[in-house]
Every structure is written in C-alpha cells, then in structure tokens.
Nanobody, 115 residues
Framework: QVQVVESGGGLVQPGGSLRLSCTVS????????MAWYRQAPGKSRQLVALLVSSGATTYADSVKGRFTISRDTGKNAVSLQMNNLKSEDTAVYYC?????????WGQGTQLTVSS
C-alpha cells in the first residue's frame, strides 16, 4: 500500500524559514510528479510547488522567490524549503505524488507563521 508522509511543520515567526519533507513508500515505480499543496482555513486547497520527473518546477506566484521544491535522496522524496515566511503562508501543507495512473495524498502538516 502506498503511503505519503509529510514532516517538518510547526510554528515559525514571520521572516523565518522552515523545511518540509515528504516521503512516499510502498511503490516500486517512480513518481511522475511530486507536489506541495496547502489549504488555509476557509479556503480551497491550492498548489504551492510542483516538481516533474524531468526536473521542471512550477510555483504559485505567491511563493516564487521564497520557496524551493527539490528532490531528496531516494526515489520518491521531496522537500520544500520555505524562506521569508509570512502570516499568509499559514496553512496545512499536503504532499501529493502522481505515480501513474494513481494520485496519492499525505495527511498534511500544519505550518503556522505568527509572532
């Protein structure tokens, strides 16, 4: 059974940095896409950053220049380095893995940016 597990959330002051990690287990196939989404209270889930197996990346406009998605050691593992965090980055962050033809989600990790 495929499992997606996020880690690294927490409480950070505005202007601070944090790194989220995501690991996918239970699949012998490589992910075609790995991505981070976030959902703030009362809002819909939105794409934050996406990494294609080719190495191409996509970022939401709101995080460009502040967040970086990268592949970690291991076949299906990614990190999201978040710098210069703002209060509006507060949300539950979800890792998503597309291992064709399936789409897998983690349970989410909470990030709170507050002084």
């Amino acid at each position: 059974q495929v499992q997606v597990v996020e880690s690294g959330g927490g409480l950070v002051q505005p202007g601070g940095s944090l790194r989220l990690s995501c690991t996918v287990s239970g699949s012998s196939a490589s992910a075609y896409i790995m991505a981070w989404y976030r959902q703030a209270p009362g809002k819909s889930r939105q794409l934050v950053a996406l990494l294609v197996s080719s190495g191409a990346t996509t970022y939401a406009d709101s995080v460009k220049g502040r967040f970086t998605i990268s592949r970690d050691t291991g076949k299906n593992a990614v990190s999201l380095q978040m710098n210069n965090l703002k209060s509006e980055d507060t949300a539950v962050y979800y890792c998503n893995a597309v291992i064709l033809p399936h789409n897998y989600w983690g349970q989410g990790t909470q990030l709170t940016v507050s002084s």
